[in-house]
């Protein structure tokens, strides 16, 4: 029979999920790691998706004007995406200035960043689909788990 | 100037090209998604030589990268196609003896792509450019064992919490996010064929950034489009205050009933 999930079991999923950093971020004790850059890193790939998936969204948003005849609806979430990026932006690069890598100017860092979203989004989502498929191999027939 | 047109044209348009037929994978129009995956698969392909053909862009690592794990990669996601459609499923498309092989197939694309961190030989595919560990290298297997682990140990515990026909499902989750955590350890206590362990550590944590960015920022635009959705979807009226359907909007229904009743053989 299937339990319920309450909120105390996607406390402790999220906590699983973050186990495998706790554990790295505590192994590095006296390590190198520069944590300005790694802050860099954690905004830049915030804002890339940020954006990328926006764009995605707003795409989206046609055809769900369409179909619910809502012709306000994409321009109105263009809003709210565009406010909300500008005041995340604004709030982010405020403190530090520009998000710069290791990249001589803007345009080469923007350029990176996509290429590094997509380097990243290919990663993250491999390992999705593999976890998707690895579940689905092993689903028991229907007969095998009434036993 | 002329460098950085071809660079435009034979890397940074087949990336749009392939993002453009994702776009396009949407629309309901057959002909239209046919034309999308002919861009894609153009897209694709030209990107996958930029290696070659404009070698001097630094982005033109990334499809160095993107067609020396192609091979791990295709073994891998076939191999589980290959496992998921010979098992016990009403729609099996492979005689049941294929599922070992299947599952070897994925083994072995795993097993590919963990040996090309640790052994440098001619048979693996290479990890280098330039003379160096390529930079897209040290972002994607870091990033692809955390998310491997992070993703499979929470998923392993939320799918027990489903409930039935999946404990060996789960099981299985525990076991594969598990061991890509250990190999993520080992790689950050052992040094690698062409990386020290403390680089490899370091890419990591630079990973954990990347990931968390990432799903925040997905998180973000998720609730912020949310928003603008439910501010509609608020002003509808609930289902038991609509008027009922007039003859048209029923014809319309009876229409969509009858195309989608019945089906061919294999479904």
């Known amino acids: ?147 | 100037m002329e460098n950085e047109l071809f660079v435009a044209l034979l890397l940074w348009a087949p990336l749009g090209l392939v993002f453009l037929s994702l776009g396009l994978q949407f629309r309901k129009d057959q002909a239209t998604q046919k034309i999308g995956k002919v861009l894609g698969g153009v897209g694709i392909v030209v990107f996958s030589t930029s290696f070659i053909t404009v070698p001097s862009s630094p982005s033109a690592a990334s499809s160095a990268l993107f067609v020396s794990i192609l091979p791990s990669l295709l073994l891998m996601f076939i191999g589980l196609y290959v496992a998921l459609f010979a098992g016990d499923v009403p729609v099996r498309r492979f005689p049941p003896h294929m599922r070992p092989i299947g599952l070897l197939m994925f083994v072995l694309g795993f097993a590919l792509l963990e040996a090309m961190h640790w052994n440098k030989t001619d048979w693996i595919p290479s990890t280098n450019w330039e003379g160096e560990t390529n930079r897209f290298w040290m972002i994607f297997r870091p990033t692809f064992l955390l998310a491997m682990s992070s993703f499979l140990l929470a998923g392993g515990y939320v799918v027990n919490l489903i409930g039935q026909r999946i404990s060996q499902t789960s099981r299985m989750l525990y076991l594969m996010g598990g061991s890509s955590f250990l190999l993520l350890l080992l790689s950050v206590l052992v040094n690698g064929s062409q990386t020290s362990s403390e680089e490899f550590h370091n890419s990591v944590l630079f990973a954990a950034s990347d990931l968390l960015g990432f799903l925040a920022g997905i998180g973000l635009t998720v609730l912020s489009f949310g928003l603008a959705i439910w501010q509609f979807e608020r002003k509808r009226p609930e289902l038991n205050k609509l008027p009922p359907p007039n003859q048209d909007q029923l014809a319309q229904a009876a229409q969509i009933i009858q195309q989608n009743l019945g089906g061919s053989e294999d479904e």
């Open chain 1, 1 to 147: 029979m299937s339990k319920r999930i309450g909120p105390r079991h996607l406390i402790f999923a999220g906590l699983l999920f973050l186990l495998p950093t706790m554990v790295l971020v505590l192994l590095s004790g006296n390590s190198s790691y520069d944590t300005e850059l790694g802050l860099t890193r954690f905004l830049n790939a915030f804002l890339t998706s940020y954006t990328i998936a926006s764009v995605f969204f707003v795409v989206n948003m046609f055809q769900y004007s369409k179909s619910r005849k809502e012709p306000t609806a994409p321009w109105v979430s263009m809003v709210y995406a565009a406010v909300l990026g500008i005041f995340v932006t604004f709030l982010l690069t405020s403190q530090g200035g520009l998000l710069m890598e290791e990249n001589g100017s803007q345009r080469a860092q923007i350029l990176y960043n996509i290429i590094h979203f997509i380097v990243t989004s290919m990663a993250i989502l491999t390992a999705v689909g593999v976890m998707v498929l690895l579940s689905f191999v092993n689903l028991e027939s229907k007969d095998e788990s009434d036993l």
